[in-house]
């Protein structure tokens, strides 16, 4: 493979046989080189493809001036989300987690140390990426011998929320924040708590935390279900009210009107978590 640009002494760029760059690492791998030579393929120890451009473009600065193991770490990091979580990611997480990694370690040499005032709402709403932030926090001991919060484990999950979302800004705060504030509008509208190990609160957080995704990103749904939610407002008169609590927090908050498949839908999903109250 021959040299398309070196990043640094163990980076280079080159291009395989489709015509596709590879970001090529390994220790030495572009000592004393320049383009147009070959790479030593013996050198190699790692490959990356990064399909999206204008993300290969970020990854590939980013590489120049991070470290190749803490680029390895975040890839190793990466492929335990990806099992854990059995889902596919945003190719972005490559550049937003190593950065993040980066930055953390260049915060903690000069002892500042950030907490996350999210991180037990983050360990609640999104239980199997917070695990990938604390198998992440175990990696970075055994591989950088670096000590971190837990408070951390709750940012690394947010990447790995915000990559399954498919989106490069950062919704997973708002997300948890919108969640937390929708759960307490209707704790305090029955004056109760809920068994968070139920499979009925599992399923009332993952509608609101969708509901909350769709809130943020525009993506809402169409008004077709004024009939039914008539039928329902009738059956289930406390549940209709606590979802028009959430209706008057959404439009004072977001300034957006519910529609009545958004508020049927709230409606069903608080009956199941109040049914037996």
């Known amino acids: 493979m021959i040299i398309k640009r070196v990043l640094n002494n163990n980076t280079v760029i080159s291009s395989n046989s489709k015509g596709l760059d590879v970001l090529l690492m390994g220790r030495g791998v572009a000592f004393g080189k320049k383009k147009g030579q070959p790479v030593a393929i013996e050198q190699v120890e790692k490959t990356f493809i990064l399909h999206d451009r204008d993300t290969q473009n970020k990854f590939t600065e980013l590489m120049i001036n991070v470290p190749m193991e803490q680029i390895m770490v975040a890839e190793k990091i990466i492929n335990f989300g990806k099992i854990k979580l059995g889902k596919g990611l945003n190719e972005i997480l490559y550049v937003n987690l190593t950065d993040h990694i980066h930055s953390v370690i260049e915060r903690y040499k000069e002892g500042i140390i950030l907490k996350n005032p999210l991180r037990w709402d983050i360990a609640r709403f999104y239980p199997d990426e917070y695990a990938v932030g604390e198998k992440a926090l175990e990696i970075m001991r055994s591989e950088l011998k670096l000590e971190l919060e837990i408070d951390e484990a709750a940012f690394i999950a947010t990447h790995f929320v915000n990559a399954e979302t498919d989106q490069t800004n950062d919704l997973a705060y708002e997300i948890a924040e919108i969640t937390k504030k929708i759960e307490t509008i209707v704790k305090d509208f029955y004056h109760t708590e809920f068994d968070e190990a139920s499979l009925d609160y599992y399923r009332f957080i993952t509608h609101v935390k969708f509901f909350a995704q769709r809130l943020l990103t525009g993506d809402h749904y169409d008004d077709e279900d004024s ?16 979802a028009l609590k959430i209706k008057e927090f959404v439009m004072e908050i977001f300034d957006y009107e519910l529609s009545s498949t958004e508020i049927l839908y709230l409606t069903t999903h608080i009956r199941r978590i109040t049914k037996n109250l």
């Open 227 to 242: 009939e039914l939610l008539e039928t329902l407002k009738k059956k289930y008169q406390n549940e209709y009210q606590a």
